[in-house]
């Protein structure tokens, strides 16, 4: 999957840019790779300073800790064969956008916080049957989250 960040809210100091499998399937090598559900809303990652070019699995951290991203809606990408990634991330802004509010509880318009997404690659489309759009809130300036911004209204 790749990450992508929105340009309607502020964005972060470190600027985030990846490619993520996200399926229920094994990498190349044998590894599982990550296979996210709606229990997965609320999960915090750390992905630290930089973001790798591919990973297999997310940087899972209680959210108690401090961390980068917090997974706040998982969509999905209703396409019937793999549209391309401006086509994917246009979709992904769209969705991301329209759930950010309910849980947040402020508009993304108006929140101190920014939001990104991760979209399928064609190699997780095609091989692990990936259609997930992850969305994911950072915060604004740069600095680490501590504790969930469910709810958080800023």
């Known amino acids: 999957?790749?990450?992508?960040?929105?340009?309607?809210?502020?964005?972060?100091?470190?600027?985030?840019?990846?490619?993520?499998?996200?399926?229920?399937?094994?990498?190349?090598?044998?590894?599982?790779?990550?296979?996210?559900?709606?229990?997965?809303?609320?999960?915090?990652?750390?992905?630290?300073?930089?973001?790798?070019?591919?990973?297999t699995e997310l940087p899972v951290v209680p959210c108690g800790e401090p961390h980068t991203h917090e997974i706040y809606a998982i969509e999905f990408s209703e396409a019937a064969t793999y549209p391309g990634l401006e086509a994917l991330e246009a979709d992904a802004q769209a969705k991301c956008l329209g759930v950010f509010e309910d849980y947040v509880g402020v508009s993304a318009f108006d929140s101190e916080l920014f939001f990104s997404w991760l979209v399928p690659t064609l190699n997780s489309w095609d091989r692990e049957d990936d259609r997930q759009i992850v969305c994911v809130i950072g915060e604004g300036n740069g600095a680490p989250l501590v504790g969930t911004v469910r709810g958080i209204a800023r």
């Open 1 to 55: 999957m790749a990450l992508s960040k929105s340009s309607l809210v502020r964005l972060p100091v470190v600027a985030l840019a990846c490619l993520l499998v996200l399926s229920s399937c094994s990498s190349d090598d044998g590894e599982s790779v990550v296979n996210l559900t709606a229990s997965e809303v609320g999960t915090c990652l750390d992905f630290g300073d930089s973001i790798e070019a591919e990973v």
